[in-house]
Protein backbone atom coordinates (compact mmCIF):
# COMPACT_ATOMS: atom_id res chain seq x y z
CA UNK A 1 0.00 0.00 0.00
CA UNK A 2 2.85 2.23 0.80
CA UNK A 3 4.39 1.55 -2.36
CA UNK A 4 1.32 2.71 -4.66
CA UNK A 5 1.29 5.71 -3.02
CA UNK A 6 4.84 6.78 -3.46
CA UNK A 7 3.99 6.11 -6.97
CA UNK A 8 1.09 8.33 -7.16
CA UNK A 9 2.85 10.98 -5.45
CA UNK A 10 5.79 10.45 -8.44
CA UNK A 11 3.00 10.74 -11.10
CA UNK A 12 2.01 13.91 -9.75
CA UNK A 13 4.77 15.64 -9.20
CA UNK A 14 5.93 14.92 -12.66
CA UNK A 15 2.61 16.33 -14.42
CA UNK A 16 3.21 19.24 -12.49
CA UNK A 17 6.40 19.95 -13.58
CA UNK A 18 5.74 19.00 -17.15
CA UNK A 19 2.98 21.09 -17.30
CA UNK A 20 5.07 24.39 -15.61
CA UNK A 21 7.60 23.68 -18.27
CA UNK A 22 5.50 23.70 -20.81
CA UNK A 23 4.11 26.80 -19.30
CA UNK A 24 7.23 28.49 -19.56
CA UNK A 25 8.47 27.13 -23.11
CA UNK A 26 5.28 28.96 -24.31
CA UNK A 27 6.17 31.79 -22.71
CA UNK A 28 9.77 31.91 -24.05
CA UNK A 29 9.02 30.70 -27.57
CA UNK A 30 6.31 33.84 -27.76
CA UNK A 31 8.78 36.03 -26.42
CA UNK A 32 11.47 34.69 -28.97
CA UNK A 33 9.31 35.32 -31.91
CA UNK A 34 8.90 39.06 -30.79
CA UNK A 35 12.09 39.70 -30.47
CA UNK A 36 13.10 38.27 -33.68
CA UNK A 37 10.49 40.76 -35.36
CA UNK A 38 12.32 43.49 -33.58
CA UNK A 39 15.33 42.69 -34.36
CA UNK A 40 14.16 42.00 -38.48
CA UNK A 41 12.73 45.73 -37.93
CA UNK A 42 16.02 47.32 -36.74
CA UNK A 43 17.71 45.78 -39.50
CA UNK A 44 15.05 46.62 -42.03
CA UNK A 45 15.30 50.57 -40.69
CA UNK A 46 19.58 50.34 -40.81
CA UNK A 47 19.66 49.26 -44.25
CA UNK A 48 17.17 52.42 -45.01
CA UNK A 49 19.41 54.91 -43.24
CA UNK A 50 22.39 53.69 -45.08
CA UNK A 51 20.42 53.83 -48.68
CA UNK A 52 19.96 57.25 -47.75
CA UNK A 53 23.37 58.58 -46.20
CA UNK A 54 25.51 56.52 -48.67
CA UNK A 55 25.05 56.75 -52.36
CA UNK A 56 24.75 53.97 -54.33
CA UNK A 57 27.64 52.20 -56.28
CA UNK A 58 26.46 52.96 -59.85
CA UNK A 59 25.54 56.54 -58.52
CA UNK A 60 29.54 57.02 -57.30
CA UNK A 61 30.53 55.95 -60.61
CA UNK A 62 28.80 58.55 -62.46
CA UNK A 63 29.07 61.49 -60.24
CA UNK A 64 32.42 63.94 -60.58
CA UNK A 65 33.73 65.37 -57.87
CA UNK A 66 33.67 69.05 -57.14
CA UNK A 67 36.54 71.76 -55.91
CA UNK A 68 35.63 73.94 -52.73
CA UNK A 69 38.15 76.44 -53.84
CA UNK A 70 40.09 76.00 -57.31
CA UNK A 71 42.57 74.30 -58.95
CA UNK A 72 44.82 77.29 -58.65
CA UNK A 73 46.97 78.42 -55.51
CA UNK A 74 44.95 80.84 -53.51
CA UNK A 75 46.07 82.54 -50.71
CA UNK A 76 44.24 85.36 -48.59
CA UNK A 77 45.94 88.10 -46.87
CA UNK A 78 45.17 91.30 -45.38
CA UNK A 79 44.93 92.88 -41.50
CA UNK A 80 42.42 94.28 -39.76
CA UNK A 81 43.47 98.09 -38.73
CA UNK A 82 42.17 100.48 -36.26
CA UNK A 83 43.42 104.43 -35.86
CA UNK A 84 42.68 107.10 -33.42
CA UNK A 85 44.43 110.36 -34.35
CA UNK A 86 44.54 113.85 -32.21
CA UNK A 87 45.41 117.06 -34.50
CA UNK A 88 45.86 120.50 -32.49
CA UNK A 89 44.81 122.20 -35.64
CA UNK A 90 42.14 121.29 -39.03
CA UNK A 91 43.70 118.58 -41.07
CA UNK A 92 42.49 117.78 -44.08
CA UNK A 93 41.20 114.88 -44.49
CA UNK A 94 41.36 114.07 -40.63
CA UNK A 95 41.33 110.51 -40.80
CA UNK A 96 44.45 110.63 -42.79
CA UNK A 97 46.96 113.97 -42.97
CA UNK A 98 47.11 115.56 -46.32
CA UNK A 99 47.71 119.24 -45.26
CA UNK A 100 46.57 121.42 -42.88
CA UNK A 101 43.84 124.20 -43.45
CA UNK A 102 44.53 127.83 -43.21
CA UNK A 103 44.69 129.25 -39.75
CA UNK A 104 44.08 133.22 -40.48
CA UNK A 105 40.60 132.77 -39.00
CA UNK A 106 40.32 128.70 -37.38
CA UNK A 107 43.59 129.12 -35.47
CA UNK A 108 44.53 126.26 -33.67
CA UNK A 109 41.08 123.96 -34.34
CA UNK A 110 42.35 120.32 -32.74
CA UNK A 111 40.62 117.74 -33.51
CA UNK A 112 40.08 113.71 -32.76
CA UNK A 113 39.41 110.77 -35.29
CA UNK A 114 39.00 107.49 -35.24
CA UNK A 115 38.61 104.74 -38.48
CA UNK A 116 38.94 101.53 -39.26
CA UNK A 117 38.73 102.34 -43.04
CA UNK A 118 42.71 101.19 -43.24
CA UNK A 119 41.85 97.75 -42.74
CA UNK A 120 42.75 95.77 -46.31
CA UNK A 121 41.57 92.41 -47.86
CA UNK A 122 43.97 90.81 -50.69
CA UNK A 123 44.10 87.42 -52.80
CA UNK A 124 46.84 86.22 -54.47
CA UNK A 125 46.40 83.93 -57.14
CA UNK A 126 49.31 81.67 -58.52
CA UNK A 127 49.37 78.87 -61.23
CA UNK A 128 48.92 77.03 -63.68
CA UNK A 129 52.89 76.67 -64.35
CA UNK A 130 53.70 75.25 -67.65
CA UNK A 131 57.62 75.09 -67.22
CA UNK A 132 58.04 78.39 -69.49
CA UNK A 133 55.43 80.79 -68.09
CA UNK A 134 54.37 81.13 -64.69
CA UNK A 135 50.71 83.12 -64.08
CA UNK A 136 49.57 84.33 -60.95
CA UNK A 137 46.95 87.35 -60.32
CA UNK A 138 46.64 89.26 -57.35
CA UNK A 139 43.30 91.34 -56.12
CA UNK A 140 42.84 94.00 -52.90
CA UNK A 141 40.50 96.31 -51.45
CA UNK A 142 40.52 98.70 -48.54
CA UNK A 143 37.76 100.67 -47.33
CA UNK A 144 38.63 104.32 -48.61
CA UNK A 145 35.64 104.21 -51.00
CA UNK A 146 33.84 107.04 -49.29
CA UNK A 147 30.62 107.73 -48.14
CA UNK A 148 29.45 107.74 -43.82
CA UNK A 149 32.36 107.21 -41.33
CA UNK A 150 31.02 104.12 -40.15
CA UNK A 151 29.35 103.15 -43.18
CA UNK A 152 32.36 102.70 -45.57
CA UNK A 153 32.43 101.61 -49.50
CA UNK A 154 35.62 99.03 -50.84
CA UNK A 155 38.22 100.82 -52.60
CA UNK A 156 39.89 98.74 -55.40
CA UNK A 157 43.72 98.93 -54.93
CA UNK A 158 45.18 96.44 -56.96
CA UNK A 159 43.15 93.64 -59.45
CA UNK A 160 45.84 92.34 -61.99
CA UNK A 161 46.99 89.45 -63.72
CA UNK A 162 50.96 88.59 -64.07
CA UNK A 163 52.35 86.30 -67.07
CA UNK A 164 55.89 85.96 -66.30
CA UNK A 165 58.96 84.33 -67.87
CA UNK A 166 61.45 83.35 -65.37
CA UNK A 167 64.14 82.15 -67.91
CA UNK A 168 63.82 84.92 -69.83
CA UNK A 169 63.86 87.49 -66.97
CA UNK A 170 60.63 88.91 -68.40
CA UNK A 171 57.20 89.59 -67.61
CA UNK A 172 53.56 91.47 -68.51
CA UNK A 173 51.42 93.09 -65.52
CA UNK A 174 47.99 93.99 -66.91
CA UNK A 175 45.12 95.68 -64.48
CA UNK A 176 45.53 98.01 -61.95
CA UNK A 177 48.65 98.25 -59.71
CA UNK A 178 51.23 101.21 -58.62
CA UNK A 179 52.89 103.41 -60.66
CA UNK A 180 55.96 102.48 -62.34
CA UNK A 181 57.35 105.75 -61.26
CA UNK A 182 58.56 106.42 -57.92
CA UNK A 183 58.06 103.23 -56.63
CA UNK A 184 58.84 103.55 -52.80
CA UNK A 185 57.23 105.09 -49.89
CA UNK A 186 58.00 105.80 -46.53
CA UNK A 187 56.81 103.47 -43.64
CA UNK A 188 53.96 105.43 -41.80
CA UNK A 189 51.54 104.55 -39.48
CA UNK A 190 49.36 108.03 -41.48
CA UNK A 191 47.64 105.93 -44.58
CA UNK A 192 48.89 108.82 -46.86
CA UNK A 193 52.75 107.55 -46.73
CA UNK A 194 53.86 111.06 -47.45
CA UNK A 195 51.21 112.08 -50.65
CA UNK A 196 50.78 115.44 -51.26
CA UNK A 197 54.28 116.51 -49.11
CA UNK A 198 57.22 114.81 -51.35
CA UNK A 199 56.30 111.32 -52.47
CA UNK A 200 54.07 111.20 -55.68
CA UNK A 201 53.16 107.92 -57.51
CA UNK A 202 49.46 106.01 -57.20
CA UNK A 203 47.13 103.21 -58.88
CA UNK A 204 45.75 103.14 -61.94
CA UNK A 205 44.99 100.66 -65.21
CA UNK A 206 47.59 100.04 -67.09
CA UNK A 207 49.45 97.17 -69.20
CA UNK A 208 53.28 96.91 -68.16
CA UNK A 209 56.54 95.23 -69.81
CA UNK A 210 59.54 94.01 -67.42
CA UNK A 211 62.48 93.11 -68.80
CA UNK A 212 66.09 92.56 -66.49
CA UNK A 213 69.22 91.97 -67.47
CA UNK A 214 72.50 90.65 -65.63
CA UNK A 215 75.58 92.78 -66.17
CA UNK A 216 77.73 90.67 -64.32
CA UNK A 217 77.67 88.59 -60.55
CA UNK A 218 76.70 91.69 -58.86
CA UNK A 219 74.81 94.47 -60.78
CA UNK A 220 71.76 93.91 -62.95
CA UNK A 221 69.42 96.18 -64.65
CA UNK A 222 65.91 96.27 -64.49
CA UNK A 223 63.71 98.16 -67.77
CA UNK A 224 59.81 98.68 -67.12
CA UNK A 225 57.91 100.79 -69.35
CA UNK A 226 53.82 100.84 -69.29
CA UNK A 227 50.83 102.34 -70.74
CA UNK A 228 48.30 103.47 -68.64
CA UNK A 229 44.90 105.31 -68.14
CA UNK A 230 45.00 109.47 -68.09
CA UNK A 231 43.24 109.92 -64.99
CA UNK A 232 41.78 113.68 -65.33
CA UNK A 233 38.63 115.57 -64.05
CA UNK A 234 35.38 116.55 -64.77
CA UNK A 235 35.40 119.51 -67.16
CA UNK A 236 32.62 122.15 -67.85
CA UNK A 237 30.69 120.05 -69.79
CA UNK A 238 31.55 116.94 -67.96
CA UNK A 239 33.60 114.91 -69.72
CA UNK A 240 36.39 113.43 -68.09
CA UNK A 241 39.51 115.49 -69.17
CA UNK A 242 41.90 112.14 -69.49
CA UNK A 243 39.81 109.92 -71.58
CA UNK A 244 38.74 112.86 -73.79
CA UNK A 245 42.68 113.32 -74.38
CA UNK A 246 42.50 109.91 -76.69
CA UNK A 247 45.60 108.90 -75.57
CA UNK A 248 47.16 107.23 -72.65
CA UNK A 249 49.90 108.23 -70.66
CA UNK A 250 53.50 106.64 -70.75
CA UNK A 251 55.29 105.58 -68.09
CA UNK A 252 59.27 103.88 -67.63
CA UNK A 253 61.73 103.68 -65.03
CA UNK A 254 65.37 102.41 -64.96
CA UNK A 255 66.42 100.62 -61.92
CA UNK A 256 69.88 99.29 -60.87
CA UNK A 257 71.25 97.18 -58.04
CA UNK A 258 74.65 97.17 -57.48
CA UNK A 259 76.61 97.11 -54.37
CA UNK A 260 77.73 100.24 -53.34
CA UNK A 261 77.98 100.33 -49.38
CA UNK A 262 76.52 98.34 -46.07
CA UNK A 263 75.69 95.11 -45.89
CA UNK A 264 73.01 95.03 -49.09
CA UNK A 265 72.50 96.20 -52.32
CA UNK A 266 72.27 99.41 -53.45
CA UNK A 267 69.39 100.23 -55.94
CA UNK A 268 69.32 103.33 -57.81
CA UNK A 269 66.54 104.30 -60.22
CA UNK A 270 65.36 107.08 -62.62
CA UNK A 271 61.64 107.33 -63.86
CA UNK A 272 59.37 109.67 -65.60
CA UNK A 273 56.01 109.77 -67.12
CA UNK A 274 54.19 112.46 -69.79
CA UNK A 275 50.39 112.20 -70.45
CA UNK A 276 47.76 114.53 -71.66
CA UNK A 277 44.77 115.69 -70.82
CA UNK A 278 41.91 117.81 -72.72
CA UNK A 279 39.54 120.28 -71.24
CA UNK A 280 36.06 121.29 -72.75
CA UNK A 281 36.50 124.81 -71.65
CA UNK A 282 32.81 125.75 -73.39
CA UNK A 283 29.67 123.57 -73.91
CA UNK A 284 29.92 124.69 -77.97
CA UNK A 285 33.56 121.94 -78.12
CA UNK A 286 36.38 124.77 -77.85
CA UNK A 287 38.75 122.67 -76.03
CA UNK A 288 42.48 123.23 -74.17
CA UNK A 289 45.17 120.81 -73.61
CA UNK A 290 47.15 120.45 -70.43
CA UNK A 291 50.41 118.33 -69.96
CA UNK A 292 51.28 116.44 -67.23
CA UNK A 293 55.14 114.84 -66.58
CA UNK A 294 57.49 114.11 -64.04
CA UNK A 295 60.70 113.06 -63.54
CA UNK A 296 62.36 111.23 -60.82
CA UNK A 297 64.83 109.67 -58.56
CA UNK A 298 64.85 107.17 -56.16
CA UNK A 299 67.36 105.14 -54.02
CA UNK A 300 67.86 102.37 -51.56
CA UNK A 301 70.56 102.33 -49.22
CA UNK A 302 70.84 99.84 -46.66
CA UNK A 303 73.78 101.20 -43.97
CA UNK A 304 74.01 98.49 -41.14
CA UNK A 305 71.83 94.97 -40.85
CA UNK A 306 69.69 97.13 -38.20
CA UNK A 307 69.71 100.83 -40.48
CA UNK A 308 68.66 101.41 -44.08
CA UNK A 309 68.06 104.69 -46.19
CA UNK A 310 65.16 105.54 -49.12
CA UNK A 311 64.35 108.51 -50.91
CA UNK A 312 63.05 109.94 -53.51
CA UNK A 313 63.04 113.16 -55.83
CA UNK A 314 60.40 114.59 -58.32
CA UNK A 315 59.29 117.65 -60.74
CA UNK A 316 56.79 117.86 -63.26
CA UNK A 317 53.37 119.87 -63.55
CA UNK A 318 50.14 118.88 -63.70
CA UNK A 319 50.78 116.41 -60.93
CA UNK A 320 47.34 116.21 -59.02
CA UNK A 321 46.70 112.41 -60.10
CA UNK A 322 49.89 111.90 -58.93
CA UNK A 323 49.03 112.96 -55.73
CA UNK A 324 51.94 115.57 -56.19
CA UNK A 325 51.37 119.39 -56.36
CA UNK A 326 49.70 119.30 -53.04
CA UNK A 327 46.53 118.17 -54.93
CA UNK A 328 46.33 120.86 -57.51
CA UNK A 329 47.00 119.81 -61.47
CA UNK A 330 45.58 122.65 -63.52
CA UNK A 331 44.64 125.77 -61.90
CA UNK A 332 40.95 126.91 -63.99
CA UNK A 333 40.09 130.18 -62.17
CA UNK A 334 41.52 133.53 -61.44
CA UNK A 335 44.14 135.15 -62.65
CA UNK A 336 46.60 132.30 -63.36
CA UNK A 337 43.45 130.42 -65.15
CA UNK A 338 44.32 127.30 -67.48
CA UNK A 339 48.18 127.58 -65.94
CA UNK A 340 49.69 123.85 -65.55
CA UNK A 341 50.43 123.97 -61.72
CA UNK A 342 54.58 122.93 -61.08
CA UNK A 343 56.28 121.36 -58.34
CA UNK A 344 58.91 119.70 -56.85
CA UNK A 345 59.87 118.17 -53.84
CA UNK A 346 60.93 114.93 -52.21
CA UNK A 347 61.34 112.75 -49.11
CA UNK A 348 63.74 110.48 -46.92
CA UNK A 349 63.31 108.02 -44.23
CA UNK A 350 65.63 105.57 -42.12
CA UNK A 351 64.32 102.65 -40.84
CA UNK A 352 66.09 101.45 -37.63
CA UNK A 353 66.08 97.94 -35.97
CA UNK A 354 63.80 95.57 -35.50
CA UNK A 355 65.65 95.01 -31.74
CA UNK A 356 63.41 92.31 -29.73
CA UNK A 357 59.78 93.38 -30.25
CA UNK A 358 60.08 96.92 -31.50
CA UNK A 359 61.17 98.87 -35.09
CA UNK A 360 61.41 102.46 -35.19
CA UNK A 361 61.13 104.97 -38.65
CA UNK A 362 61.74 108.27 -38.45
CA UNK A 363 61.59 111.17 -41.96
CA UNK A 364 60.68 114.06 -43.72
CA UNK A 365 59.36 115.26 -46.85
CA UNK A 366 57.82 118.63 -48.60
CA UNK A 367 56.43 119.65 -52.01
CA UNK A 368 57.36 123.20 -52.86
CA UNK A 369 54.14 124.67 -55.84
CA UNK A 370 55.62 127.09 -58.05
CA UNK A 371 53.59 130.30 -57.08
CA UNK A 372 53.24 131.81 -60.07
CA UNK A 373 50.78 128.80 -61.33
CA UNK A 374 48.10 129.13 -59.13
CA UNK A 375 45.67 132.08 -57.03
CA UNK A 376 45.85 133.92 -54.05
CA UNK A 377 44.65 130.98 -50.99
CA UNK A 378 46.00 128.35 -52.62
CA UNK A 379 48.52 126.14 -51.70
CA UNK A 380 52.38 126.76 -52.42
CA UNK A 381 54.54 124.43 -50.22
CA UNK A 382 53.41 121.49 -47.73
CA UNK A 383 56.04 119.71 -45.26
CA UNK A 384 56.15 117.35 -42.87
CA UNK A 385 58.10 115.23 -40.21
CA UNK A 386 57.39 112.01 -38.66
CA UNK A 387 58.78 109.53 -36.36
CA UNK A 388 56.90 106.87 -34.94
CA UNK A 389 57.76 103.19 -33.49
CA UNK A 390 56.03 99.61 -34.07
CA UNK A 391 55.88 97.03 -31.49
CA UNK A 392 54.85 93.18 -31.52
CA UNK A 393 52.60 91.78 -29.38
CA UNK A 394 52.41 88.33 -30.98
CA UNK A 395 53.57 86.94 -34.38
CA UNK A 396 49.93 88.36 -35.99
CA UNK A 397 49.62 91.63 -34.35
CA UNK A 398 50.80 95.20 -33.45
CA UNK A 399 50.59 98.48 -31.88
CA UNK A 400 51.93 101.53 -33.27
CA UNK A 401 52.40 105.34 -32.49
CA UNK A 402 53.42 108.28 -34.77
CA UNK A 403 54.19 111.85 -34.03
CA UNK A 404 54.37 114.20 -37.04
CA UNK A 405 54.33 117.78 -37.37
CA UNK A 406 52.73 119.55 -40.62
CA UNK A 407 53.04 123.17 -41.93
CA UNK A 408 51.06 124.14 -45.09
CA UNK A 409 51.91 127.26 -46.81
CA UNK A 410 49.33 129.62 -49.01
CA UNK A 411 49.66 131.86 -51.12
CA UNK A 412 48.49 135.10 -48.82
CA UNK A 413 47.90 134.77 -45.68
CA UNK A 414 46.51 131.79 -43.61
CA UNK A 415 49.51 129.20 -43.41
CA UNK A 416 48.84 126.16 -41.00
CA UNK A 417 50.91 123.86 -38.67
CA UNK A 418 49.33 121.43 -36.92
CA UNK A 419 51.04 118.50 -34.25
CA UNK A 420 49.39 115.14 -35.18
CA UNK A 421 49.81 112.30 -32.49
CA UNK A 422 48.37 109.05 -34.21
CA UNK A 423 48.06 105.48 -33.03
CA UNK A 424 46.89 101.88 -34.56
CA UNK A 425 46.23 98.36 -33.02
CA UNK A 426 47.24 95.99 -36.63
CA UNK A 427 46.11 92.44 -36.31
CA UNK A 428 47.46 90.56 -39.73
CA UNK A 429 46.41 87.69 -41.53
Known amino acids: MSKLKVLLSLVLLTSLVTTCFAAESEDLSKENAELRQKVQKLDNDLEELKRAIIPQDNATDTQTPKMVWSSLDIQIYGYLKLDAAYDSSRIN ?251 KGGWLAASLGPWDKMRFNVGGGFDDVDRSNVNTDDRTMNRSIFGNMFYTLNKNTEWAVELSHWRTEYRGSGDGESLRLQAALIYKF
Not at 152 to 164: C, F, I, P, S, V
Not at 181 to 208: A, D, E, H, K, M
Request: contains cysteine.
Open 93 to 343: NGNYAQWVEPENENDDDNQFNMTANESRFGVKINGPDNGTMKTSGRAEVDFYGGTNENKAQLMMRHAYMKLDWPDCRFNIIAGQTSDVISPLFPSTVNYSVGWWTGNIGYRRPQIRLTKEYELNEQTDLKIEGALAKTIGRDSVTHTDSGEDSGLPTIQARAGMTLPVYGPGPTVVGLSGHLGEEEYDIEPSGRNKEFTTWSINLDVTQPIRNWLSIKGELFTGENLDAYLGGIGQGVTTTGLNRYEEVGS
